[in-house]
């Protein structure tokens, strides 16, 4: 039994705390319901804290206090999400308290684990209760009423982990969002594992290098339960900004920030200020921020896609997805040399995403020089469409995104090329194909921009996919196994019976008074299906031209073009 914590025995706890959370990652990310279920808040604590670990492995530490800055420095750099910030915070005050000591004992660490708490309170706009804050301060509170009553170290941690998880159970009746879904907060489980694998590394029960065991003990129920999809202050925003002046006052900020959105979160340094804010105008909070410093690095997630991705039973895509981090590394090792710019062998080229094979060859017939595979849950990064457009032998290069969540990614490509890049903001592959039907290379720039806008505008998109669990999106409750139907983005209905919805989409479509209607049916509907489909829909429009494409895509069943 130990009766103090050394620079040794710290590091060691954290490399455990480390491999505890990144065993049980999927674990807590099946919890992630609140604040929106994107399912990531294991995979963003996870992250934080191996950043901290990745530190820790590099150096050793005269005392305990240069090993708790060390984690605090690397955890507030590498933090991730809401919850990854959070997190950040605790270990911050962690090692605020722990300042100019060689060792730690139970008095010591305990009010250092109080000093965080108090750290992640002031710094979170609004704390709801419920969540990981809620789990920390009971946790902490219990551990230092026990050095009160004269427990040694190991005894205050028993005591923390006790409340902590009491605490956990009880999350599910603080916060509506996760009574409703029957689940505890993914945030206060990620907290639990870390606790717990803190104590059994004290007790020499586990050692870093070797597998680690700390289960997540919570099951995760919320696919049976109900959730809500995002509808405002969807995109989730990370970014650090270097200080201009370490003493610079950020309660303005701060101010600004709440006013446009929620989930605020501020953590800082003498060095750097991190952001963490769900907004539906990231651009404002850069700009805004870039007021008190220079913008270093930044992140923003869809979070509405990423909960829509789950609902469907698909793997939820972030920037900090480990598998894709992984192969983009891969990617970059075995990639060929940068390519050279095609020289221009024409004035005008065009660049398309899209996913399905019937969709690549339509988009070729129609003259699209290159196709970057992608869409919907398989966003194509920066470079991907940079290649294209270096590729595209044209001085002036169309880049038609065909998704919202790409079109960011496409607009950078502008400065990174010698050619002029246009991108037409088309957020489906509808509105590209109905943009290059209007593609004419004899017309000047603005003439040419001007009609496939203009084409583009009159196009109205509907989506049908599935749902894999059962939700609540916005009021209207849907049934696993249902069929769902978007159109241009609003959710049309859930429907056991695929002709009940068709007649559903075709009542909608009357408002359009359309001319044209395509069906692009995807990899996994027969084209006698697909007919039967377009069949319904053209007994309601009988003097309209329906069309039926077999596109191949993956994730949705059908889209459909109404113009």
């Known amino acids: 039994m130990r009766d103090y914590i050394d620079a040794a025995a710290f590091k060691e706890m954290i490399l455990c705390a480390d491999a505890a959370l990144q065993a049980n990652i999927q674990a807590i990310n099946d919890l992630n319901v609140f604040p929106v279920p994107d399912g990531d808040t294991g995979t963003n604590m996870g992250l934080t804290i191996n950043n901290a670990a990745a530190e820790l492995r590099k150096r050793e530490f005269e005392n305990v206090a240069a090993a708790a800055d060390c984690v605090a420095g690397a955890m507030l750099r590498g933090a991730r999400g809401n919850s990854g910030v959070i997190l950040s915070l605790l270990f911050r005050g962690i090692a605020k308290r722990l300042k100019g000591m060689d060792t730690a004992g139970a008095a010591e660490f305990t009010g250092a684990l109080n000093d965080g708490v108090e750290a992640a309170y002031k710094a979170v706009m609004k704390p709801a209760e419920g969540t990981i804050l809620t789990v920390s301060r009971l946790a902490s509170a219990a551990a230092a009423k026990a050095v009160k009553a004269s427990a040694d170290l190991e005894k205050a941690l028993e005591a923390a982990i006790e409340s902590g998880d009491l605490a956990l159970e009880d999350t599910v009746n603080q916060n509506p969002v996760l009574k409703k879904a029957g689940v505890v907060d993914a945030g206060g489980m990620g907290y639990m594992v870390i606790l717990k694998a803190i104590l059994a590394s004290l007790r020499g029960e586990i050692v870093s290098g070797k597998p680690v065991t700390v289960d997540a003990s919570q099951e995760a129920a919320w696919t049976a339960g109900q959730v809500d999809v995002p509808e405002k202050n969807i995109f989730d925003t990370v970014y650090v900004v270097r200080k201009k002046d370490p003493n610079v006052n950020l309660l303005p900020l701060r101010m600004y920030l709440d006013s446009i959105g929620d989930s605020l979160v501020i953590s800082d340094d003498d060095e750097i200020f991190k952001v963490h804010v769900h907004t539906d105008i990231p651009g404002n909070a850069l700009s805004e921020s870039q007021k008190y410093g220079d913008l270093d690095i930044a992140k923003i997630e869809n979070m509405r896609l990423q909960a829509l991705d789950l609902l469907a039973g698909r793997q939820s895509k972030s920037t900090d997805d480990l598998d894709a981090v992984e192969k983009e590394l891969e990617a970059c090792e075995s990639a060929p040399a940068e390519p050279e710019e095609a020289e221009p062998e024409k004035e005008y080229g065009v660049v398309a995403v899209c996913a399905g094979a019937g969709l690549e060859s339509l988009f070729k017939d129609l003259g699209v020089d290159q196709v970057v595979t992608g869409g919907q849950t398989m966003n194509p990064s920066t470079d991907d469409i940079l290649r294209a457009v270096k590729a595209t032998p044209a001085s002036t290069v169309f880049v038609f995104p065909n998704n919202k969540n790409i079109i960011m990614a496409a607009e950078q490509c502008i400065p990174l090329t010698s050619k002029h890049v246009i991108v037409m903001p088309t957020k489906t592959v509808p509105q590209g194909i109905s943009a ?128």
């Open 436 to 563: 290059m039907l209007n593609f004419n290379p004899d017309e000047p720039e603005e003439s040419l921009v001007g009609a496939m806008g203009e084409a583009v505008g009159k196009v109205h998109t509907a989506m049908i996919t599935y749902a894999a669990r059962d939700s609540d999106f916005g009021g209207h409750i849907i049934h696993a196994g249902e069929y769902l139907a978007l159109l241009d983005g609003a959710l049309i209905g859930s429907y056991t019976n695929i002709k009940t919805l068709f007649k559903e989409l075709s009542w909608a479509f009357d408002d359009y008074h359309p001319e044209f209607i395509t069906v692009y049916y995807g990899e996994d509907v027969t084209e006698a299906e697909a007919n039967a489909a377009a069949e319904t829909i053209t007994g309601n429009f009988p003097d309209t031209e329906v069309s039926v494409v077999a596109g191949g895509q993956p994730v949705y069943y059908y889209m459909i073009s109404v113009e």
